[in-house]
Antibody, heavy 122, light 107 residues
Framework: EVQLVESGGGLVKPGGSLRLSCAASGFTFSSHSLNWVRQTPGKGLEWVSSISSSSSYIFYADSVKGRFTISRDNAKNSLFLQMNSLRAEDTAVYYC???????????????WGQGTLVTVSS | DIQMTQSPSSLSASVGDRVSITCRASQSITIYLNWYQQKPGKAPHLLISAASSLQSGVPSRFSGSGSGTDFTLTISSLQPEDFATYYCQQSYSNPPTFGQGTKVEIK
């Protein structure tokens, strides 16, 4: 059974830092790209960042570029998101999600973790 | 970035009703459109990929159609467990973008 379990969320002051983790199991971790997606009540679902299976390709949303860093450890089946210079608008539930490319070339987010809440407030 | 616009934002329907949700992309995304269902307090769950490909385990009352810029998610006979929020998402180009969601409520 595929499982993704996020951790590391919490309350942090504006300008602070937080590191999210996502522990994966039940699939060949090193074969899949992974993503961070966040959700706020006001803005719905927002893709944050993605990393390819070997970390060769990394992408960020403009809203977090230069402040967030995605990384992975294939030996430990773990995904990370280092978040620096946090702002109030980064407050959200953060999900990790697995990418799956099917025969059509379509990239779907086929498994999601339960999410971890990040609150940025003084 | 490609903008995804869903309509309606919410709808009220009864068990057994046929329900359709539309999603429009700001430019052609061919068939690279996914649909997700989300229930309160839970993560999104993938229903349909590549516009019309039903995921394993998803009931056949769900179907997707469309290509280019206009897409539709249809629930042929609404069941109590289908009351949720539905999101479309394009995977044609980076960044992946989501529609604002359609909340399906009980009438």
């Amino acid at each position: 059974e595929v499982q993704l379990v996020e951790s590391g969320g919490g309350l942090v002051k504006p300008g602070g830092s937080l590191r999210l983790s996502c522990a994966a199991s039940g699939f060949t971790f090193s074969s899949h790209s992974l993503n961070w997606v966040r959700q706020t009540p006001g803005k719905g679902l927002e893709w944050v960042s993605s990393i390819s299976s070997s970390s060769s390709y990394i992408f960020y949303a403009d809203s977090v570029k230069g402040r967030f860093t995605i990384s992975r450890d294939n030996a430990k089946n773990s995904l990370f998101l280092q978040m620096n210079s946090l702002r109030a608008e980064d407050t959200a539930v953060y999900y990790c999600a697995r990418s799956y490319y099917d025969t059509t070339g379509s990239n779907k987010l086929d498994y999601w973790g339960q999410g971890t809440l990040v609150t940025v407030s003084s | 970035d490609i903008q995804m616009t869903q309509s309606p934002s919410s709808l009220s329907a009864s068990v057994g009703d046929r329900v359709s949700i539309t999603c429009r992309a700001s430019q052609s995304i061919t068939i690279y459109l996914n649909w997700y269902q989300q229930k309160p307090g839970k993560a999104p769950h993938l229903l349909i990929s590549a516009a019309s490909s039903l995921q394993s385990g998803v009931p056949s009352r769900f179907s997707g159609s469309g290509s280019g810029t206009d897409f539709t998610l249809t629930i042929s006979s609404l069941q109590p467990e289908d009351f949720a929020t539905y999101y479309c998402q394009q995977s044609y180009s980076n960044p992946p973008t989501f529609g604002q969601g359609t909340k399906v409520e009980i009438k």
